[in-house]
T-cell receptor, first 113, second 113 residues
C-alpha cells in the first residue's frame, strides 16, 4: 500500500512569489486535505477536496487555492507569498466515510524570505 | 467554538508509563484522534476513538475519553526512547466541511534512558 507522498520536501521562495505544492493520495483514498503547521504549533486546516471540488475551508485567504485531479492527487497553490506563510505544509488523504482517519504525508517545508 | 488544549511537555523514564492529556470544547465532536510527529516528519496516526466509547486499547496504547468533562488521554505503557516525539490530539466535527480536524498544540514527550 503506497502512502501519501508530497513534493518537494523543501522549498525557498521570496516574498511576493507564487508556489505550488503537490500531493499523491494513499491508494484507495479519494479525499485530500491540506494543513499548515507553523513552527511549534499544531496543524491548521486549510481546505479539503472530494470529487475534485473543495468541500470545506478553514480560515485562510483566497490566495490559498487548490486542485484535485481525477487520480485523486492534489495541488496547493499560494500566491503573493508572505513571510508568515513559512511553515510545514501537510497533505492528508482519507476515505470519504465520516470518521475515516486522515493519513498524512511527510510535508513540504516552505521558507519565505 | 472549537479549541483543543494540551500541556506542552512531559518527561518520563524509560519503562515507565506516560499519560498525555487533552481537553476539547466542542460537544459535537464525534471522533478524537492521537497523532505522533517525529522531528522532520509528518503526522503518524496512532489511534482514534468514537465519542460513544469511553476506552480503547491497542497494544501499548490506551485511550480514555471522559465526554462529560471533554477530556481525552493517551497512556503509553512501558515507554521506550523511540516514543520520544510530539503527540497531537485532534477532534473531528462532522459538519459540511467534511472530516476537518482541529488539533491541539502538541505535547513534547521526552523519554530518559
Amino acid at each position: 500500500e503506497t502512502g501519501v507522498t508530497q513534493s518537494p520536501t523543501h522549498l525557498i521562495k521570496t516574498r511576493g512569489q507564487q508556489v505550488t505544492l503537490r500531493c499523491s493520495s494513499q491508494s484507495g483514498h479519494n479525499t485530500v486535505s491540506w494543513y499548515q503547521q507553523a513552527l511549534g504549533q499544531g496543524p491548521q486546516f486549510i481546505f479539503q477536496y472530494y470529487r475534485e471540488e473543495e468541500n470545506g475551508r478553514g480560515n485562510f485567504p483566497p490566495r490559498f487555492s487548490g486542485l484535485q485531479f481525477p487520480n485523486y492527487s492534489s495541488e496547493l497553490n499560494v500566491n503573493a507569498l508572505e513571510l508568515d506563510d513559512s511553515a510545514l505544509y501537510l497533505c492528508a488523504s482519507s476515505r470519504p466515510e465520516r470518521g475515516s482517519p486522515l493519513h498524512f504525508g511527510n510535508g513540504t517545508r516552505l521558507t519565505v524570505t | 467554538g472549537e479549541d483543543v488544549e494540551q500541556s506542552l511537555f512531559l518527561s518520563v523514564r524509560e519503562g515507565d508509563s506516560s499519560v498525555i492529556n487533552c481537553t476539547y470544547t466542542d460537544s459535537s465532536s464525534t471522533y478524537l484522534y492521537w497523532y505522533k510527529q517525529e522531528p522532520g516528519a509528518g503526522l503518524q496516526l496512532l489511534t482514534y476513538i468514537f465519542s460513544n466509547m469511553d476506552m480503547k486499547q491497542d497494544q501499548r496504547l490506551t485511550v480514555l475519553l471522559n465526554k462529560k468533562d471533554k477530556h481525552l488521554s493517551l497512556r503509553i505503557a512501558d515507554t521506550q526512547t523511540g516514543d520520544s516525539a510530539i503527540y497531537f490530539c485532534a477532534e473531528s466535527i462532522m459538519d459540511n466541511a467534511g472530516n476537518m480536524l482541529t488539533f491541539g498544540g502538541g505535547t513534547r514527550l521526552m523519554v530518559k534512558p
